[in-house]
């Protein structure tokens, strides 16, 4: 197995786009159909992969879920176990509205992967699904290269919680308290980023009708995903939707986002704050016959290291003062440490519990913001 370098996964990120000049290659049904094409081309790399077999009768997961006589809360649970499995994934997103004068939209993003979405813990109220990118790729002559293996991004659902995390700007996030109301009934999804670090949550109930199951969160602040701040220097946060839906051989992803730029005071600026809004739909088509063995060797190999560095995490959300971080996790790549230290656990060295906790700690506390230190913001 070949461990996905630094190097792969900046690539990944941002260049793991089918080649959009291919002759057939995908466009969006709904566009900008007044706009120049070329400056319209989508963005994201030129990258393929070999040949996947997609699932196309409904799986097991789906029938559990709808399984007739079942409480509101398991079939709530079993709605999300549905999203566990391996995946062919897209993404895409569109500027579908422009605020500013003279807004002209951005390239549409498209990006693909194979990723798989482990179960990481279910403890009834409490399940936890950890996406790893497990990608092979076709070089210039048709040779397969790979796997490639990296940690990506990790969804958590608590039933009926009594707070959340919320973002604040600034690579600022704080602990607030979920109304009585909104408790009951409702999972909150707590989103976080390769490193384990805090992205964005929220709370919601969800929806089962007949054949459909789906939960949609509130408006809430994000930080900037790689695929924005790499290219995009004009705004500082999202403040959007998330939706997922279950479907018979997979489930979707929708987010419906406004792009943001803050003033120095960390709120929407005075003047035109909105730049565009942007619609997001990532699809998790279930494939069959892929060989996953790469990714469940470093879920086991690196499973001590990523245990340990949750738990920092979470002590730290769960304190009374905001969570305040020197940089961005991934824009200013402060996950580099972990990410190497892991590497080194896949390729077998030995390192005892106490050293892995100790790592941990020393790691997660490199992040942290220093009192007065002023990052793109200020000081609050």
Known sequence: MRIFSLVLFAWVMTAAAEDAKTPGARQYT???GFVDG??????????KGPPVKLVTEPTEDFKRLQEPGLSSFERDRRAILAMAGGYRTS???????????????????QSWATERVYVLED???????????????LDKDGKVQGPFVTKHWRQDWQYQPADQFVYRGDNTWQRVRVPEDSQRGAWRQSVYQVDDSPRYSGVARWQHFGNLSSWESPEGWRPLPRREF???????????????IILPTGWVHEQQNLKVALGEDDKPRAAEPVIAREFGYNRYERIQEFDWSA????LASTAPLWKAVRKEWADLIAGEQPLRLRAAPDKDQLFIPLFEHAEKLVEGEKVSTAATAAFAAKAVADYLREPGQITGGIER
């Open 30 to 32: 709904f566009a900008w």
């Open 38 to 47: 070329s400056r319209m081309e989508p963005r994201g790399g030129t990258t």
């Open 91 to 109: 993404f895409d997103f569109l500027e579908v509205a422009g605020f500013t004068k003279g807004f002209k939209p951005d390239r549409p993003y």
């Open 123 to 137: 403890r009834d109220q409490f399940i936890a699904l950890q996406h790893l990118l497990v990608m092979s790729i």
């Open 230 to 244: 790499s290219v995009r220097n004009d705004y500082h946060v999202l403040i959007g939707t998330n939706r997922h």
């Open 295 to 298: 990714g469940d060797r470093y």
